[in-house]
């Protein structure tokens, strides 16, 4: 099992920037890597970002792209989620996630986290 935190949700004005954190622990071993994904009321789940441990793979949503920065700190097993230049739009819980085989932004994860709300104000 590998278990998944999240941190560094708030509340944000809009052009204002967050960090989120989610370090993973237990089998971490397993995971080939780690990314995001936010779901706003009355809307499904969507992929965000996504990252291979090797940081060889990297994906993100065309909606963030250029905004937002995912990384890695691998000695930690804790991805980031660097948010920049942040929208009314963002606003959405985001969930952390792990994937066990391909890190790609269509392969379902094996893993999830809580959550962690983000509210961008206008």
């Known amino acids: 099992q590998v278990q998944l935190v999240e941190s560094g949700g708030a509340l944000v004005q809009a052009g204002g920037s967050l960090r989120l954190s989610c370090a993973a622990s237990?089998?971490?071993?397993?995971?080939?890597?780690m990314g995001w994904f936010r779901q706003a009321p009355g809307k499904e789940r969507e992929f965000v970002a996504a990252?291979?441990?090797?940081?060889?793979?990297?994906y993100y949503v065309d909606s963030v792209k250029g905004r937002f920065t995912i990384s890695t700190a691998n000695a930690k097993n804790t991805v980031y989620l660097q948010m920049n230049t942040l929208k009314p739009e963002d606003t959405a819980v985001y969930y952390c996630?792990?994937?066990?085989?391909?890190?790609?932004?269509?392969?379902?994860?094996?893993?999830w986290g809580q959550g962690t709300q983000v509210t961008v104000s206008s």
């Open positions: 237990g089998r971490t071993f397993s995971t080939y890597g």
């Open positions: 996630a792990a994937w066990l085989r391909v890190v790609a932004p269509t392969t379902p994860p094996g893993y």
């Open positions: 990252i291979s441990w090797s940081g060889l793979n990297i």
